[in-house]
């Protein structure tokens, strides 16, 4: 049994060829992040496994790869880029990289928190063309935060909150054993008192939109939103809307509904929005973890064959 990875970046290639270890699957790189669904067939040959970093897998093309069994994708996303259903019933099975870059995340979290908290960004902007700025900031010590979803990175986020000093609430879609330091709260309750709030859901057919206009219109006047997740589980014209009337403060975000953004979306006109390229996860720490996990899911699918 053979494998592709299909699309990576030089920085990824490097670290998956360091942790190869003798006796390991034949595993091929195709050095080139930037490859086109159509080129699936080509790139894999006869491989029956792909490793996936980015790169969208319709179903129709998926089964235009004869060999093809196994997907191994690079993260726990895998339905921003294929239907993992509609793969399992050509016989084509995907695997989630979980945990990987829970820390790396939650720090890009924070950081946009702080951010959103101080401006210093747009600080940095108008002293650049300058313009002395100097607005006033939120102080986050004793502030509420609201994670909405409670799995590894929000768990993280919620460490280092409490390590500054804010007061941690959390909704997840299934209940939690109790965490010390984090107080589970109905939704609602969530949306209207939180300062801040933290996008930590994954992305399925239940969560798609779920911060829907009337939660955006719910929230606490004055809000900071950090959307480290997907974009598509937020109702972006809404969170647009409620950003030029003032009602959110301000919005970090590092996913998007279209990826890469435009550069004449909304969003990059307005000086109350952070934006980061979809790169929370990217650290030399979370991309070894990234690379060591796609191995082992190799080994396993090779000795057991799934």
Known sequence: MQGVFVDANESLAEIFEKLEKPGDPKVRIHRDPDITPEQYPEILGDAEIAIVDHTALPTPIARKCAALKHVVFLGTGARSYMNPEELAETGIQVHLIKGYGDTAVAECAM????EGARGLAKMDRGIRAGNWLRDDGMQLTGKTLGLIGYGGIAAEVARMARGIGMRVTAWNRTPKKKVPGVEFVEYEDLLTESDVI??????????????????IEAMKPGVI????ARGAIVDEQAMIDALESGHMRHAGLDVFNTEPLPKDHPLTKLENVTLSAHSAFRTPEASENL???????????VKGGK
């Open 111 to 114: 950081a946009l928190m702080w």
């Open 225 to 228: 939103f950090v959307n480290t």
């Open 198 to 215: 933290s996008l930590h859901l994954l992305l399925n057919d239940e969560t798609r939109g779920f911060v829907s206009r009337a939660c």
């Open 291 to 301: 690379m060591s996990a796609a191995w082992d899911h190799c080994r396993r699918i």
